[in-house]
């Protein structure tokens, strides 16, 4: 659904044919008009917004109606801060339709033109004519998270000419790169900003996490860390440096601090699985600790697919056939594109839930997860819970469903029991889908940069 994505990726009023006009703004009045058309992209609808002899200072809280119901707006001279906020369904009168709320602040301070009219009957007026814009949107309803745009490093045009101003956009250039086995990562990288090159081990811990270089330091970096996450194909730099003093330029010496992200596709893999950079390249980066990096992919949106999800598939499935007290489920998740391998439940077929219980840890993807089976009637259900942040990193989405089908007959072999060799899986109906936001970040899985 169209409407939906928009509404869960950018939410937003597209502000077109803006004017306001001030009374006697000479004498410090701020008794005005405002008028412009709002249009909401996630269901192409426009609205026309106006207001007569209202107070522009904004220390009225009050707020004025659109033509389309449940849209209204605030402006505030001088800043001028344009607040939208209003609701809106998304397939209206389907059974899977959504209503969505949201509000948000724009500025529109582009003014193209303005005129007096001297002569009119509240007095001077200025009407000034200013330039299309958007106010971007915060959700609170259906649920409350602040959709973000990716964020993608600047890359400068030209070299600037000192450490200080490059440093605002800091990058590095990999000389040379490769991580063993074992771990063993070795790399030489050069901070762009002051043109300080170094090479540095680490001992990766095999989790995708930061870790610090040895012997990275000298007089101008301070510090650097490495992440590698070879099974979601990112290289990532951290580092903090100072700039030395240069001729004939202004400059600061810090300390500075970066963070860069490369995809890996380029890598070369050879057996044992040792991996290296065929030649240099140029990672660019952010200042300070960047944007909010998510934890689920924004391409393949764990969030969108989550609310549009309508099953879960069971790919396979392992019950030991002698005493059918321990089983292996391999279930599949439409909404986040995961695969979850629970192996080692400890099985009871009453009908009843039970926690999956699994010999091993759950798979990081899943925040909880229950099992139903009724093997009187043959039925199985999963009641699972799951984390989606890639519409809005700081305020990640907790999604629960649960799902349930009629088995086919098993089939045996051997001390196990499960689904046919030939079978594609059985679809688990979505019967109940709920959803609210976090208050915090993500702290498990792959960090999955925006580039």
């Known amino acids: 659904m169209a409407c939906v994505d928009v509404s869960l990726s950018y939410p ?14 000479s004498q410090a009045y701020t008794i005005g008009d405002v008028a412009f058309t709002a249009r909401n992209p996630a269901i192409n609808l426009s609205t026309n917004c106006w207001a007569e002899d209202i107070e522009l200072s904004g220390s009225s809280d009050a707020w004025h109606a659109c033509t389309v119901p449940g849209t209204d707006f605030q402006f505030r001279l001088g800043s001028y801060d344009l607040k939208m906020r209003g609701s809106w369904d998304c397939g209206a009168g389907d059974s899977r339709s959504m209503q969505f709320k949201a509000g948000g602040v724009g500025n529109t301070a582009g003014i193209r033109r303005c005129d007096d009219f001297p002569y009119e009957a509240r007095g001077w007026e200025t009407r000034c004519m200013m330039d299309d814009s958007a106010v971007a949107a915060g959700l609170s309803s259906p649920v409350a998270i602040e959709p973000t745009q990716p964020a993608v490093p600047e890359i400068p045009e030209f070299k600037a000419r000192s450490c200080t101003d490059r440093s605002a956009t800091p990058g590095w250039t990999i000389g040379s790169f490769s991580v063993a086995g074992d771990g063993s990562l070795k790399i030489n990288v050069t901070n762009l900003s002051n043109e300080q090159g170094l090479a540095c081990e680490a001992k990766l811990d095999g989790k995708g996490k930061w870790v610090d270089c040895k012997d ?7 510090s650097t860390g490495l992440l590698f996450d070879g099974e979601h194909g990112i290289l990532g730099v951290k580092q903090t440096w100072n700039c030395p003093a240069e001729p004939y330029v202004e400059s600061e010496p810090g300390p500075y601090t970066g963070v860069g992200y490369l995809t890996t596709a380029q890598l070369k893999c050879a057996s044992g699985s040792t991996c290296s950079l065929p030649q240099a390249t140029t990672l660019n980066g952010y200042i300070n600790a960047g944007p909010g990096i998510p934890h689920t992919s924004y391409v393949r949106s764990c969030t969108l ?99 349930s089908a009629t088995l086919p007959k098993e ?31 993500m702290d498990k899985g792959p960090l999955l940069p925006w580039i």
């Not at 597209?14 to 703004?25: G, Q, S």
């Not at 990275?216 to 301070?222: D, L, Q, R, W």
């Open 12 to 25: 937003r009023w597209e502000i077109t044919n803006m004017v306001f006009t001030v009374v006697n703004y």
């Open 216 to 222: 990275a330091t000298s007089k101008n970096i301070v």
């Open 305 to 403: 697919n989550s609310f549009n999800s309508t099953s879960l598939t069971l790919k396979s499935y392992e019950i030991s056939s002698a005493t059918r007290k321990s089983a292996t489920f391999d279930l599949y998740n439409q909404g986040s594109g995961d695969n979850y391998k629970i192996a080692g439940v400890a099985l009871s077929d009453d009908g009843a839930w039970h926690d999956c219980s699994p010999s091993e840890a759950l798979p990081w993807q899943l925040d909880g997860c229950q099992y139903s089976l009724d093997a009187a009637h043959e039925k199985l259900g999963f009641k699972i819970k799951w984390d989606c942040d890639d519409r809005d990193p700081l305020h990640p989405i907790l999604f629960e469903a649960e799902a």
């Open 411 to 441: 089939e045996c072999a051997s001390d196990k029991c499960g689904l046919a060799k030939d079978s594609k899986g059985v679809e688990l109906a979505i019967s109940s889908l709920t959803w609210a936001s976090s208050k915090k970040p």
